[in-house]
């Protein structure tokens, strides 16, 4: 059974620009959720998407922005990158639908750094 | 509004004694919380869990104590070893598979 795999590890961008972080989910796993970690503090979450679709958003602007693929893997997209975006991205996948702990698999992360 | 937190940012430890961790949360309607570990360059490993109709549950040398009354949890590691420095984070589930994590607490085992 594969784990989360997360690409890139480590990332450094332009305030300005745009980036895509990419994940691919567990065995068996259908749903992606994908979580913000600034230094020092717990992740936050910024959505999640099952069958493809948005299936719940925190608290974070319209220029953060997802896809879920047939294959259940899933990317990231961030516009406009501003320096505070400069974090860890957690890419998180469960199968909701069995289980008794919802089964969240973290991978590592891609850590963005915006300068 | 929702809110997870710990009591104490660091924890020291000496190796072979218990540990303690803490945790406060503040939404009476959470249903199930969770222990994450996450060490330098990784991302959240599942340590246990627990739900709100239990007030204890036991794992390997872990053990998960809620008390709703207090809205307060704890995680105790028993014979603590130096593999068990990391950081430490609570999480809260209201049912919406969004996970509300605390801060954290950075424990340090000392040989």
Sequence with gaps: ETGVTQSPTHLIKTRGQQVT???????????VSWYQQALGQGPQFIFQYYREEENGRGNFPPRF???????????????????????????????????????????????LTVV | GESVGLHLPTLSVQEGDNSIINCAYSNSASDYFIWYKQESGKGPQFIIDIRSNMDKRQGQRVTVLLNKTVKHLSLQIAATQPGDSAVYFCAENNNDYKLSFGAGTTVTVRA
Excluded: I, K, M, W
């Design chain 1, 21 to 31: 972080l990419r994940c691919s989910s567990q065995s068996g796993h259908n749903t």
């Design chain 1, 65 to 111: 922005s997802g896809l879920q693929f047939p294959n259940y893997s899933s990317e990231l997209n961030v516009n406009a990158l501003e320096l505070d975006d400069s974090a860890l991205y957690l890419c998180a996948s469960s199968q909701p639908d069995r289980g008794n702990n919802y089964g969240y698999t973290f991978g590592s992360g891609t850590r």
